[in-house]
Every structure is written in C-alpha cells, then in structure tokens.
C-alpha cells in the first residue's frame, strides 16, 4: 500500500508549457517535503511545508500544502528543459520517518 | 544536500561477499536515516537511528542487514552474503533532530552484486 500516491508517474511536455503534480494521501502530516533527483545523484531538497493552506514559491515553481494537511501540489509555469528531472513528494508524522511518494519524472522538450 | 557523506559512491560485490556502506551526517546532525532506491522507484525507508540507538528499523530486512551509528565515526549499513537482488542506490540523510526538522539526503552509495 502506497501511503503518498503521485500522480502523474510520468510526464512528458514542451518547452513553454505549464505543469502541476500532485501528491495525496488519506493520512495527515506535520510536514511535507519535495526533492527534486538526477539520475545517479541523492534527492535535493526544494520546499518543506508545514502549515494547512500553505503556499510557498521557488521562481517558477509554486509549492502548495492542502488544509488538511494530507496532499500537495507542484506547479511549473513556463517549464523549461533544466526542469527535467524525477521529482519526489515525502511526508512525515511528527519525529517519525520520512514516506515517499513513488516520484514523477518529467520531461521538458525543447 | 550538501554536508552528508557517503562512501563508497560506487561498490562491487560477488554474490556472498559483504558490503559496508558508510555515511556522515552533517555537522551538528544526530538522526540518520538510510533509504533503498531500485531503478525508476521511489525511495523505500530502511531505518532510523540516533546515536548508538536504533529508534525505527521496521524497513529493514530480518536477515543479513544491520546498521549502526556509534557515539564517534559514521554509520554503518552492513549487508552480509549480498545477493544480486541487493543491487541498488542506498541513501543516507540526516537531520539536527526529530519533529519537523527537514531532512537532507547524501548522494548515495550504488551497490552492484555480479
């Protein structure tokens, strides 16, 4: 049973184009977080949130915690090809581990 | 990520043989966390430890895996009499503590069992 499900897996648009993933769940978490992974490298961290309602922008990119506080949702504007990348949504309940979601891996086309 | 260790970045082992995976925490870190990833998957937990405690190790196998983070040096993901289905990106990540602390990931060490 996956705890965090992404959607979609697999992404594939044009240069120019915008772009939301999304990462739910049933369960409530303290805290969220999105890393963004190349191929043979360790997850990067983007954005950690916190707080039902809470939105949080990284130039183009648009970070958004449901009220709940049981999904979230990435959005691109304008997606260049040095988006391309996996990008993995984890969640996490108080002092305990950090869950995954399964990862999108986009592709931005020239 | 920057600050967590991981070595070796690359290791291979013949099917028996043990691999040891190493990993520093960034400075002033004292939780530590190890992930499994297997090609185009997402990151499966394995354990989490403080030092010289093991709080949760509900991710780890029950046979030939075992981790440890002594009070001085790094922590250690051992596998012992590795099988080729051990083949994968292990990863550590550390925090400054428990509860809403973020969590940062090393760059991985890549197991091939041949």
């Known amino acids: 049973t996956q705890l965090l499900e992404q959607s979609p897996q697999f992404l594939s648009i044009q240069e120019g184009e915008n772009l939301t993933v999304y990462c739910n769940s049933s369960s409530v978490f303290s805290s969220l977080q999105w890393y963004r992974q190349e191929p043979g490298e360790g997850p990067v961290l983007l954005v950690t949130v916190v707080t039902g309602g809470e939105v949080k922008k990284l130039k183009r990119l648009t970070f958004q915690f449901g009220d709940a506080r049981k999904d979230s949702s990435l959005h691109i504007t304008a997606a260049q090809p040095g988006d391309t990348g996996l990008y993995l949504c984890a969640g996490r309940k108080g002092a305990q581990k950090l869950v995954f979601g399964q990862g999108t891996r986009l592709t931005i086309n020239p | 990520n920057a600050g967590v260790m991981q070595n070796p970045r690359h290791l291979v082992r013949r099917r028996g043989q043990e691999a040891r995976l190493r990993c520093s925490p960034m400075?002033?870190?004292?939780?530590v966390y190890w992930y499994r990833q297997l090609p185009e998957e997402g990151l499966k937990f394995m354990v989490y430890l403080q030092k010289e405690n093991i709080i949760d190790e509900s991710g780890m196998p029950k046979e030939r895996f075992s981790a440890e983070f002594p009070k001085e040096g790094p922590s250690i993901l051992r596998i012992q009499q590795v099988v080729r289905g051990d083949s994968a990106a292990y990863f550590c990540?550390?925090?400054?503590?428990?509860?809403?602390?973020?969590?940062?990931f090393g760059e991985g060490s890549w197991l091939t069992v041949v």
């Open positions: 990540a550390s925090s400054a503590g428990a509860g809403g602390n973020t969590i940062y």
């Open positions: 400075k002033g870190h004292s939780h």
